[in-house]
């Protein structure tokens, strides 16, 4: 079992940055896949990154590409995401997850979601 919370989200002007975190519970946190999605509202939850268990590969969206960075600090338990470069059409409530497989581009890849944190991004 792992429970994760995020925490960092905000407002934000456009071109700014923020970093979120995500920390989780449980011994097993190195042996899971890490992944942020988000969810603007009327639209269908989206991949952003991925991070694999070492943080030795990273995978993201065509759309945060060159922007976002995604990391992991095992001894710590947490899973970050830096947005730089922020766009309005970055505003969405951010979710971190974790996945026990191998594949992690989809929400149903995933076995343990944290609440959510919200990011405005304004013009």
């Known amino acids: 079992q792992v429970q994760l919370v995020e925490s960092g989200g905000g407002l934000v002007q456009a071109g700014g940055s923020l970093r979120l975190s995500c920390a989780a519970s449980?011994?097993?946190?190195?042996?899971?896949?890490m992944g942020w999605f988000r969810q603007a509202p009327g639209k269908e939850r989206e991949f952003v990154a991925a991070i694999s268990w070492n943080g030795g590969r990273a995978y993201y969206a065509d759309s945060v590409k060159g922007r976002f960075i995604i990391s992991r600090d095992n001894a710590k338990n947490t899973v970050y995401l830096q947005m730089n470069s922020l766009k309005p059409e970055d505003t969405a409530v951010y979710y971190c997850?974790?996945?026990?497989?191998?594949?992690?581009?989809?929400?149903?890849?995933?076995?343990?979601w944290g609440q959510g944190t919200q990011v405005t991004v304004s013009s």
């Open positions: 997850a974790a996945a026990s497989g191998s594949y992690l581009y989809r929400s149903s890849d995933y076995d343990y």
């Open positions: 449980g011994r097993t946190f190195s042996s899971y896949t």
